[in-house]
Nanobody, 129 residues
Framework: QVQLVESGGGLVQPGGSLRLSCAASGFSLNYYAIGWFRQAPGKEREGVSCISSSHFSTGYVESVKGRFTISRDNAKNTVYLQMNSLKPEDTAVYYC??????????????????????WGKGTLVTVSS
């Protein structure tokens, strides 16, 4: 079974931190770029960060730059998103997905083309006082 599973979400106060994990099973993440996306209530899913398969190049949207850090551990077949200085506007369901590459276009990280990616089912992050 090919599967991506996100974990690490939860409830935190503004200014707090969480570390999300994206674990792959049934295939290797070594040769895929990986993106983190989020969807807040009533809004479209948006990309927040990505990491390439080679050289571990990374991309971030401006709203999370300097606060979020994406990384990968190929030996564990896992990609991480370290989220610091969390804000209420970061509240969303966070998803990871495979992609052909890591690209920031006009300040956004596009969804990977259909048929070229796998998606996890998401983990909920709630930032509230």
């Amino acid at each position: 079974q090919v599967q991506l599973v996100e974990s690490g979400g939860g409830l935190v106060q503004p200014g707090g931190s969480l570390r999300l994990s994206c674990a792959a099973s049934g295939f290797s993440l070594n040769y895929y770029a990986i993106g983190w996306f989020r969807q807040a209530p009533g809004k479209e899913r948006e990309g927040v960060s990505c990491i390439s398969s080679s050289h571990f190049s990374t991309g971030y949207v401006e709203s999370v730059k300097g606060r979020f850090t994406i990384s990968r551990d190929n030996a564990k077949n896992t990609v991480y998103l370290q989220m610091n200085s969390l804000k209420p506007e970061d509240t969303a369901v966070y998803y990871c997905a495979t992609a052909p590459g890591c690209t920031v276009v006009a300040g956004t990280i596009p969804r990977p083309p259909d048929g070229m990616n796998y998606w996890g089912k998401g983990t909920l992050v709630t930032v509230s006082s």
